[in-house]
């Protein structure tokens, strides 16, 4: 069984040598699919933590009559953590939103100038609450409208519903385009694997027919020509690994620019899943390449 196995590959790569810029395309052309599943992957990766960025950032305001007393305030506060859906409630003065708002438009003098001129403090005390969850947050703006209180004054639920919409609408105009790309690069990879172990049985035809008269079984002539296609998908899966990693390195620092405050590590995400990644995409590429092969065979060395 090691001799066979020995010759097997043998004969594969004398496959390959022989049609060796036949070859160099269909690597090429592997990789440029799996380039494009990994891209479409990473687009994935980034819009989910965008989306979770957003959600994270979901604000619930109360605003609160300026005549409400510091007791009255601090029991609706009270009572609004109770709810199962609230993780933290930070209650703003008066006084502290204006010190904020202040350094907000500290650059901008007509504000201060009008601030000046009022003579007081227009600016409500706020209750600001912050959702356990991402995933409950419309649960828990529907129970805000519906509490009655005297002293709310006006409720801001900005849920950033809009640009999370935006976000998944952008992310699946990606996943379609991508995916016609990586539909097209199957099919060529299927055509190019195909006409490579085709060019290779005409090159062998003799040996073939060599084979059978001296009565090579079945699979000992087939094998080679599947060798042949196992070792483009593994070549082709090493090359992208090569190339990726770089490309993913260039990336990140942009990533942490655009999504400063939130731990978005492609780079590590990749690190992390390379088996699980990696090896599920030289799976698909050699069932692609064996398909192919085998298609070819049958058709061509008439065994």
Do not use: C
């Not at 043998?10 to 496959?15: A, E, I, R, Y």
């Not at 731990?263 to 799976?283: A, K, M, P, Q, R």
């Amino acid at each position: 069984m090691f001799t066979a196995l020995i010759r097997i590959l043998k004969l594969s790569f004398q496959d390959i040598g022989r049609n060796i810029w036949l070859s160099i395309v269909t690597i090429i052309i592997l990789i440029l699919a799996l380039f494009s599943i990994n891209s479409l992957f990473t687009v994935q990766i980034i819009s989910q933590n965008a989306i979770e960025a957003v959600k994270s950032k979901v604000d619930i305001n109360l605003y609160l009559e300026n005549n409400a007393s510091e007791n009255e305030i601090l029991k609706l506060k009270a009572q609004i953590e109770k709810m199962p859906e609230v993780k933290e409630v930070r209650y703003i003065s008066q006084q502290e939103a204006l010190s904020s708002f202040r350094q907000q438009n500290e650059e901008n003098p007509e504000i201060i100038q009008a601030l000046r001129e009022l003579g007081k403090n227009p600016l409500s005390p706020s209750l600001i609450i912050l959702p356990e969850s991402a995933d409950n947050t419309d649960i828990l703006i529907a129970n805000l409208k519906a509490y009655q209180s005297d002293i709310i004054e006006s409720r801001d639920f900005n849920d950033n519903a809009v640009i999370l919409e935006k976000i998944n609408n952008i992310t699946d105009s990606v996943n379609q385009v991508g995916m016609i790309i990586i539909l097209i690069f199957i099919l060529t990879s299927l055509l190019v694997v195909y006409n490579s172990i085709r060019v290779a049985i005409y090159t062998h035809r003799r040996e073939i027919n060599i084979m059978r008269l001296v009565g090579a079984s079945t699979n000992f002539i087939y094998m080679p020509f599947i060798a042949s296609a196992l070792i483009y998908s593994l070549v082709s899966v090493i090359v992208i690994i090569a190339l990726f990693y770089p490309f993913l390195t260039i990336l990140q620092p942009y990533l942490e620019v655009f999504f400063m405050g939130y731990n978005v590590d492609i780079l590590s995400y990749f690190t992390t899943h390379f088996w699980t990644i990696f090896g599920v995409e030289f799976l698909i590429v050699a069932i692609i390449n064996i398909l192919a092969s085998l298609i070819a065979v049958k058709r061509y060395a008439k065994v």
